[in-house]
């Protein structure tokens, strides 16, 4: 153990049998009965108090706090939480080795090792137990590659070329032999499939990651392995080759790559939200590298390109408006022209050119509406939206940018009429799953800090008023992103019904607002079901459970989405349709009315990064809030698995009296209390829960109390002077990506729990003298969280034999 190792905190391998061993001892419910661990490490060069696992099935980090190490901290985070991951071996006068993990909810962990470990097991191992199944992309052997090396092989990288960063394709077949053999670190069945360079640097596409291979240094001996895995990618671009200077062609990547946060002004939100490639001029086949990513991303091209059909799909309805060609007739306003809102065009023709002239679309998929602006296009294909921005003055010039953004991306969406006097354009909103957020710089360094803008986490597109039926695009979004078998999306080789594309009758949405306006509070669900049939709001198979108006806005719950109707303007001529599917609820809650408070509330928060929470006040005696929360709890998690995760479920002792625990009460902090009475009167007054959910551990907290069920995490909070008003959180089980417990400390220092979503944490503190129910909630966790998201074991992901894995032990 050099000094260097111990300031800087380096961690040096020990043996992990032996450090199982030890654990199953000490903390003997840490690790569960079929878990093994494969990797471990000791902090301060083997000199520390903290310690890293890799097992079978997750990360472990242990953490000693304060002068005596009482306090212990166990971060647990699953394999299936981790969607990127990176080794850095050392340099020449950097020493020290790098291990970054990318989970999401908990965002990046740096584990610094000493220079005399061998970290490429370690990262075959991660490649092992995090790329395997459903992370390996869409049918990781089956995508098409269109490779052009053979005359790209020849060719030399240029002075601007490097100095531009811009890649060259190269040999893949030498690029796989080199990376199974040296370094080796593909997996047996991994396939590089395209590969391109740039001096010392590499760019490699294979059958189960992106892999980017970063030499750095004079001498190049400290080298950067990062994976990034194919479902972590959200959207993505292509642009094409300018003029004179601009020569290069790039490929622009968003994700969600946890990260910490930044707020510095003139940088994104998220640092590595977005990964840009820069190809050398000629050197790269564009529209081959974006057929291969489509393929990844939406599916293998199941049809040849000399077989592709084209779509009728919008003629009827571009024809009704007189559109021809992608040329729209008609010049349109001054501010149209101004404003570049779009218009509709012939679906069959755009499909026509973007499978020839432009080969951007798979040969299976098909445009089913297109829109076109004074020079870009947006199109609406049977797989994703795409926009296309032709650049350059007037958008005349050659560089012209193709940016795909699968259906999958988009969490919600919501279409606004246009307004009165200057707003008169309409406008479709999307809401997307990937943090794009930026924080723009002042313009003055006397200004206050401008706000932050979404980019692409939020969009908003314009359409020229009376030149685009609004509706028409509703009925449209809601065929292609709400769930039509279980979670599944409508499949792309189901075309949306031309019965659809028609547009609505004149005044359609004039007579379902004043009807509505004429109501009270409570709107009858049946009558609301008839008039929005009618109107075209709602898909055939579905039906409004709940309705509400709230002055000049409405709230309905169907059976596929939260539903709302938006009256904005002093006029209320503009008005907003917003659809949250099911699926992309991430957590809600429902409030009772208190005493000055007359209103309840729902609350509920979605998937994605830019406004994503939806807040409404609810009329007091017009709205159930228990048969609310009940109806959402079906469609979130009704199909969640509702058995007990305790393997040795303890019957509930009450503390004795005057114990410390019931001693130091007034501290808030949360006691245990009995489970199998709660879950009874949970199922019956209130009912909370569902039929086959159970509460697993209960503890009070003052007035409040926190669950955790067998499907989800619950949370009382009882509000105001007299507790009247109270509040019941609920957060599937399902959604949460790691967690954390911490052991009591000295003096007053009881346990905590947190527990890491995408987009939230929960944390809780327990009571002083509770040492065994931390380990409860530990071992609840760990039963449910660590399950792989089809329900299985997610250690089953792992396909590495016993001798295999015990080859790879220390």
Known sequence: MGLIDYIGDNAAQIDPMEYENEVREKDPRLLQLDEDVIFAFKGRGGSGR??????????????????????????????????????????????????QLYAHGIGRISIDLVKTINVLPIYRFLSSAIIQGKLAGK???????????????????????????????????????????????????EKVEMAFMCGRDSFILTSHRLLKIDVQGMTGKKVEYLTILWPLIKGYSVETAGNILDRDSELTLFFNLPDTKCYAEGCPRNSLTRMKVDFRNGQTDLFAVQRYISDKLLGPDQVAYSQHSNTMSGSHYANNYGAAGLLPTGVGSCLSWLGDDNRMIDASIANRQFHSEMPILQACENVELAFKGRRDMLLFTTKRVIFVDMQGFLGMGKKMEFTSLPYSTISAFAVRSAGSWIDKDSELCLWLDFDDVFNPPRENEDDPPPPPIPRKSYLEIDFQKDKVDMLVLHRYLSERLMAVTAHALKPYTSPVSQNLLVPSPPGTIEMVLGWIGGNASAIDSKAVNEKFREAGLLQHDERVAFAFKTGRDSLYLTNKRIFFIDVQGFTGTRKEYMSVPWDSIRSWSVESAGSFDRD??????????????????????????FAINSFMSHFVIGNADGRTALANAQSYQPPPPGSMTSFLGYLNDAHMKDATVLTATLRATPALLQSDESIEAAFKCGRDMFLISTKRIIIVDKQGITGKSVEYKSYPLGCNAAFRIETEGHLLSGSEVKIYTEHYSIKQELAKGQKGNIWLIHEILS???????????SSQQIPVVVAQMEALRY
């Open 139 to 189: 049918n990781a052997d089956g995508a098409v590659v269109f490779d052009s090396t053979a005359q790209m092989m020849g060719s030399s990288t240029g002075f601007f070329d490097i100095f531009g960063s811009n890649y060259a394709q190269i040999d893949k077949e030498m690029v796989e032999s080199r990376l199974k053999s040296n370094p080796n670190i593909l997996l047996d069945d």
């Open 783 to 793: 039963g449910k969280i660590l399950k792989s998201s089809d329900g299985g074991d």
């Open 600 to 625: 309840v509330e729902l609350f509920a928060s979605f998937t994605g990064y830019w406004n994503n929470k939806i807040k409404q006040d609810l009329r007091k005696g017009t709205a159930d809030i």
């Open 50 to 99: 903290d310690h890293y696992m890799l097992t079978t099935k997750r990360v472990i980090i242990r953490d000693k706090k304060g002068m005596t190490g009482k306090q212990i901290e166990y971060t647990s985070v699953p394999y299936k939480s981790i969607h990127a991951f990176s080794v850095e071996t050392a340099g020449s006068i950097d020493t020290d080795q790098e291990l």
